[in-house]
C-alpha cells in the first residue's frame, strides 16, 4: 500500500503562514489531518477530485487546501497561524486509510 509523503513543516511565528505539500497518488479525495500533542489525529481539510474544498470551523478563513492533479500533489496554505495550530500534519485519503506517513512538524511559536 502507499505511503503519502509529506513536506513543507517548521517553525513559524504566530501569524506566519506555511505551505504543505503531499504526494497524492491519484487518489480521488485528499484530506490534511493533524495531531496535537497528547490529542487524537482530527481532519483539518480536505478535497475532493472535483475540488470541492472541505474545511473544519478552526482553520476557516485561514488555511486553504489545493491540489494540481497533474503533479498528483495536494498542499495546505496555512496563513494566520496560531500556537493552537502546533501539530505533526498528515495527508492521507478521505476517508484515510491505515497507511500514514511520517508527518510534517508545524511548529508556532514566538
Known amino acids: 500500500q502507499v505511503q503519502f509523503v509529506e513536506s513543507g513543516g517548521g517553525l513559524v511565528q504566530p501569524g506566519g503562514s506555511l505551505r504543505l505539500s503531499c504526494a497524492a497518488f491519484g487518489a480521488p479525495a485528499m484530506g490534511w489531518y493533524r495531531q496535537a500533542p497528547g490529542k487524537q489525529r482530527e481532519l483539518v481539510a480536505a478535497?475532493?477530485?472535483?475540488?470541492?474544498?472541505i474545511n473544519v470551523d478552526s482553520v476557516k478563513g485561514r488555511f486553504t487546501i489545493s491540489r494540481d492533479n497533474a503533479k498528483n500533489t495536494v498542499y495546505l496554505q496555512m496563513n494566520n497561524l496560531k500556537a493552537e495550530d502546533t501539530a505533526v500534519y498528515y495527508c492521507n485519503k478521505l476517508p484515510p486509510n491505515n497507511y500514514w506517513g511520517q508527518g510534517t512538524q508545524v511548529t508556532v511559536s514566538s
Open positions: 478535497i475532493t477530485i472535483a475540488n470541492k474544498e
